[in-house]
């Protein structure tokens, strides 16, 4: 069985955590945590990062480092992971979604302004699967509306909108760095942002708020979402070589491209200008005419030793959601056809191009 994801991991990462080890630093202090956080706050081209345990804590840190008012309504695609809205609702927010663009699987821009209310407070864009959304309109609509935007770039490390790299642009971003991640720590992640009072906020909150002149003395109620220094160990050498998983990851794409680009009933990701994909898993839609939906399609390719994975199914479809009453009635066409009919290819950092090649030769013919 080609496997769908697998981790890319050096004698440095070895290396590093045997240092950890050595040191003693095995929890949440210790000279990788900082340094991871140093390095990947640069990368992506802002002055703050605050290593966190997955990404989901990320996305849920972020938004309790915005402290918005209680019922602030936040906007979000509903082509996601249910991390984004646990995240608003655990904070007090209040989710509204909008359908995605059908070429990127990214949030529909246009959709977000028609959105807003006198409640709204902040958008949440969603890099898909290694493609951003958006970014300049989107920047531009939150500008002009006085919105925070919290980009959750779990997916998409390294890629870049106009020269500037993911979660870097918003007013906070956030990671993942799961083992299916470009980069990963096996569970982690990160809030990212250029703002150095959000981060020392952020910071605090992290470490259960524990004052710095009074350690046991709380003015806020804060989170245990520590990283331990052994993550980061793996993160730090990670970070060291982000530039050659993401050439993987766009030669990989380049390789699927070419050989899928001419296969009738297949719509493939797109990179628009200006836009760096990174190609996170390389997704691909099933057309109208293909006589099966993409469970169907998944387990044909799974009988020829190929794994897959399905794409989100919205979260307007969710029932954990819908029994809380949101969402009743609401209809986004885009999302629910990409969650019927989207699923993603083998698209470990490993993946050789025979292993494409065979791929490939599995989806031509559970196509015919
Ligand atoms: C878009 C997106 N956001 C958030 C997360 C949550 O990250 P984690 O699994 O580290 O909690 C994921 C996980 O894959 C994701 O794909």
Same mark, same amino acid.
């Given at each position: 069985?080609?496997?769908v994801s697998?981790?890319l991991?050096d004698?440095?990462?070895l290396?590093y955590?045997?240092?950890?080890?050595?040191?003693?630093w095995?929890?949440?202090?210790g000279r990788?945590?900082?340094e991871f956080?140093?390095?990947? =706050? %640069?990368?992506? @081209?802002?002055?703050h +990062?605050?290593a966190v345990c997955n *990404?989901?804590?990320?996305?849920e840190l972020?938004?309790?480092?915005?402290a918005l008012?209680?019922?602030?309504?936040v906007i979000?695609p509903s082509?996601t992971i249910i991390?984004?809205?646990?995240?608003l609702?655990?904070?007090?927010?209040r989710?509204v979604?909008?359908d995605?663009?059908?070429?990127?699987?990214?949030?529909d821009?246009?959709?977000?302004e028609?959105?807003?209310?006198?409640?709204?407070r902040?958008i949440?864009p969603?890099?898909m699967?290694?493609?951003?959304?958006?970014?300049?309109?989107l920047?531009?609509?939150?500008r002009?509306?006085?919105l925070?935007v919290i980009?959750d770039?779990?997916e998409?490390?390294? =890629? %870049?909108y106009? @020269?500037?790299?993911? +979660?870097?642009?918003?007013?906070? *971003?956030c990671?993942s760095f799961?083992?299916?991640?470009?980069v990963?720590?096996?569970?982690?992640?990160m809030v990212?942002?250029d703002?150095?009072g959000?981060?020392e906020r952020a910071?605090?909150?992290?470490?259960?708020?524990?004052?710095?002149?009074?350690?046991?003395?709380?003015?806020?109620?804060g989170?245990?979402f520590?990283?331990?220094?052994l993550q980061?160990?793996?993160?730090?050498?990670?970070?060291e070589?982000?530039?050659?998983?993401?050439?993987r990851?766009r030669?990989?794409?380049?390789?699927?491209?070419?050989?899928l680009c001419?296969?009738?009933?297949?719509?493939?990701?797109?990179?628009?200008?200006g836009?760096?994909?990174v190609?996170w898993?390389y997704?691909?839609?099933l057309?109208?005419?293909?006589?099966?939906?993409?469970?169907?399609f998944?387990?044909?390719?799974?009988?020829?030793g190929?794994d897959?994975?399905p794409?989100?199914?919205?979260m307007?479809?969710?029932?954990v959601?819908r029994e809380?009453g949101f969402?009743?009635?609401?209809?986004?066409p885009v999302t629910e056809?990409?969650?019927r009919?989207?699923l993603?290819?083998?698209?470990?950092?490993?993946l050789?191009?025979?292993?494409?090649?065979?791929v490939?030769?599995?989806v031509?013919q559970?196509?015919?």
């Open positions: 069985m080609i496997p697998e981790p991991l004698d440095r990462a290396a955590v045997t240092e950890a080890v050595r040191s003693g095995i929890s949440s202090e990788f945590i900082s956080e140093r390095r990947w =706050a %640069e990368y992506c @081209g802002v002055g +990062g605050i *990404g989901t804590v990320a996305l972020a938004m309790a480092a915005l008012p209680p019922g602030s309504e979000l082509f991390s984004c809205v646990a995240a609702l655990r904070t007090g927010c989710p979604l909008v995605c663009d059908p070429a990127t699987w990214c949030l821009v246009g959709e977000v028609r959105k807003i209310t006198s409640a709204t902040a949440m969603v890099h699967y290694g493609h951003m959304a958006d970014m300049a309109p920047m531009e609509v939150a002009r509306r006085g925070a980009e770039a779990a998409a490390h390294g =890629a %870049e106009h @020269g500037r790299r993911a +979660g870097g642009i918003g007013t906070l *971003g990671f799961y083992a299916n991640k470009i990963t720590t096996g569970e982690g992640g990212v942002t703002d150095a959000l981060a910071r605090s909150l992290r470490n259960l708020c524990f004052r710095r002149d009074q350690r046991f003395l709380h003015n806020e109620l989170y245990n520590r990283i331990t220094n980061a160990a793996i993160g730090l050498a990670q970070v070589r982000v530039e050659d998983h993401v050439s990851k030669r990989m794409a380049a390789l699927y491209t070419e050989r001419n296969v009738a009933g297949l719509k493939l990701p797109v990179e628009r200008p836009v760096k994909n190609y898993m997704g691909v839609v057309d109208d005419v293909v006589d099966v939906d993409a469970a169907g998944a387990r044909r390719l799974r009988e020829q190929v897959t994975r794409f989100f199914l919205g307007h479809e969710q029932p959601l809380r969402f009743a009635g609401e209809s986004y056809r990409l969650s009919r989207g993603y290819l083998p698209s470990g950092l490993g050789g191009e025979a292993e494409i090649e065979k490939c030769g599995a031509r559970c196509l015919a």
